[in-house]
């Protein structure tokens, strides 16, 4: 293993860091259950994780759950908000993608992908 | 339907993941004709009378779900290659899931990316440590986050110097080993 190439990249990421600050504003979570997996949630995870890098998003938490009872919908994906979780069905590369650019980023849903609504009491 | 063993893999690690795992193992040997993939944890475990029935399409340890298919697939597609499936409960606690597949059977599914499938899960997993051991018969290979994270720092997996550092490596260290499709 290339342990200089970590300790670079280690410096380069801990000077982004202090530069940026801050907590996590958004979390995105991707399920990845077995119905998930076979419906594509491999290349949605890694649309969502490609797209959060990319955009350079130092304020969102992508992670991954296990089943999440909406099997006919997958691959699921849930945004995570202070006051609202909203839940988005059949999210492929592309939805994904858009969810980050329109979503996350400019707080709008893309109203045709969402599953559901769920608002959070502080 | 899942349709390469990389999908399994996932589908297995998921497994872990929802027993509540803190390490889990990844094991893909080539040995002589066979493919042998494992994924070993220190989770909640089976308890011991579902143990017979976890091959069963019809059984689930998961409440809610109505079936658990992952298990049952694995077990069907390693044996329609003249192969088996072994789930065990280990002694020190946790599940040990082997499957032996015949490497050059026709109806083996492709390894699939196994790298581009992993590394999203392992980065997206905080609090779990994950070993991938890759090996064939003249070599083994290993990666363990617990070694990258100490070097790391507070800089998270899912960072994308990472998330291409690990793909690489994993890659890498497939190639290593022969584990290659080469038909």
């Known amino acids: ?122 | 339907m899942i349709e390469d063993l990389a999908m399994h893999l996932a589908d297995l690690v998921q497994n872990s993941l929802r027993a509540g795992a803190s390490r889990i193992a990844i094991r893909l040997a080539r040995r002589g004709p066979t493919l042998e993939l494992g994924v070993t944890d220190d989770g909640a475990g089976i308890p011991d009378p579902d143990l017979p029935r976890v091959l069963d399409p019809f059984f689930s340890t998961k409440p809610k779900a109505q079936i658990g298919l992952g298990l049952p697939l694995l077990a069907q597609t390693a044996e329609m290659t003249g192969g088996w499936c072994l789930v065990e409960r280990r002694p020190e606690g946790g599940t040990r899931v082997t499957a032996r597949l015949e490497w050059d059977h026709p109806d083996r599914p492709p390894l699939g990316g196994v790298a581009e499938t992993l590394v999203p899960l392992m980065a997206t997993s905080p609090g779990v440590e994950f070993v991938v051991e890759l090996s064939d018969d003249r070599a083994t290979w290993k990666l363990d986050t617990c070694e990258i994270r100490e070097r790391l720092g507070d800089v998270p997996l899912t960072h994308p110097d990472v998330l291409c550092f690990l793909e690489r490596t994993l890659r890498e260290g497939l190639d290593t080993v022969g584990l290659k499709e080469d038909r």
Do not use: F, W
Not at chain 1, 25 to 54: F, H, N, P, W, Y
Not at chain 1, 88 to 103: C, K, L, P, S
């Open chain 1, 1 to 122: 293993m290339k342990l200089e190439e970590l300790r670079k990249i280690r410096e380069r990421a801990e000077a982004e860091l202090r530069l940026r600050g801050g907590a996590a504003r958004v979390k995105v979570v991707v399920g990845m259950g077995t119905s998930g997996i076979a419906a594509g949630a491999r290349q949605t995870l890694r649309a969502v994780l490609d797209e959060v890098a990319r955009r350079g998003l130092k304020d969102v938490i992508v992670t991954q759950t296990g089943e999440k009872g909406l099997a006919a919908q997958e691959p699921i994906v849930e945004v995570h908000e202070p006051t609202r979780v909203t839940v988005y069905g059949e999210v492929d590369e592309t939805a994904a993608r858009q969810i980050v650019a329109e979503h996350v980023v400019n707080g709008r849903p893309v109203a045709g992908r969402v599953v559901e609504v769920r608002e959070v009491r502080g």
